[in-house]
């Protein structure tokens, strides 16, 4: 729901665990505590997981730079996140082909979409909902294409530990971007969800049976021989 707006729609009743409208990183750390803990606040026996408990007072500010093919996303905050959401425009002619995590913290997951024309949504978020911030260093973004014109860093908010939501501001600056990578016409799986054949999700197409999910259509199984 939270990479696919629109199929949260009329299921809110189901997802939306904070009951304030929406479908975010907030409910996405409540449900998981309530996984793996038992309850919706959460508990974990790791440090950092309990020093991330107090709701900081700054919630830290997004900065970007591009470095040839890459756009690198940092947070200077002293809110330990469990989870992070942001939408990512780019200008027209430049595409996002990869999210990785940049930090070092263990159990990170990200994952992207697109959401819009020239606009993706990353979703960063660690895996028994602990602190993953760990420095500065935040995503890894790569970029295919050539393009000049606003690069935008958007409806950032994230989740503490205990699933409470903090907007962060983001970042926006005219960039001229030339990766020397030919930006293709369609990514695979700009609107596709993929999985493995154990259910797990995965970023993109992998060697043997992968399962496909567009947006409002049904899953297909898809073989990739190489």
């Known amino acids: 729901f939270i990479l696919n707006p629109s199929e949260a729609e009329g299921k809110l009743d189901v997802a939306d665990i904070d009951n304030d409208k929406k479908v975010t990183v907030a409910d996405l750390t409540k449900v998981k505590n309530y996984y793996l803990y038992h309850n919706y606040a959460g ?27 890459f756009l690198n996303v940092s947070l200077d905050t002293q809110v330990g996140y469990a989870a992070i959401q942001l939408d990512v425009t780019l200008p027209a002619g430049v595409v996002l082909t990869d999210a990785a995590f940049a930090g070092a913290t263990e159990g990170v997951q990200a994952m992207y979409n697109k959401i819009g024309e020239n606009t993706w949504r990353v979703l960063l978020f660690s895996e028994d909902n602990s602190n993953l911030v760990d420095g500065t260093d935040l995503l890894s973004l790569g970029l295919a294409g050539k393009g000049y014109g606003n690069v935008n860093i958007g409806n950032a908010m994230g989740s503490n530990t205990r699933g409470i939501l903090i907007p962060i501001p983001g970042d926006s600056d005219d960039i001229d971007i030339s990766t020397g990578i030919e930006a293709p016409a369609e990514i695979a799986g700009g609107n596709s969800f993929f999985y493995g054949i154990n259910a797990a999700m995965q970023r993109s197409f992998e060697k043997g049976v992968n399962i496909v999910k567009e947006a409002g259509k049904k899953a297909i199984k898809v073989l990739q021989r190489k």
């Not at 508990?43 to 093919?69: C, E, H």
């Open 43 to 69: 508990y974990t026996p790791s440090s950092s997981a309990v020093r991330a408990y107090p709701t900081a007072v700054v919630a830290g500010s997004l900065d970007m730079a591009v470095n040839g093919s």
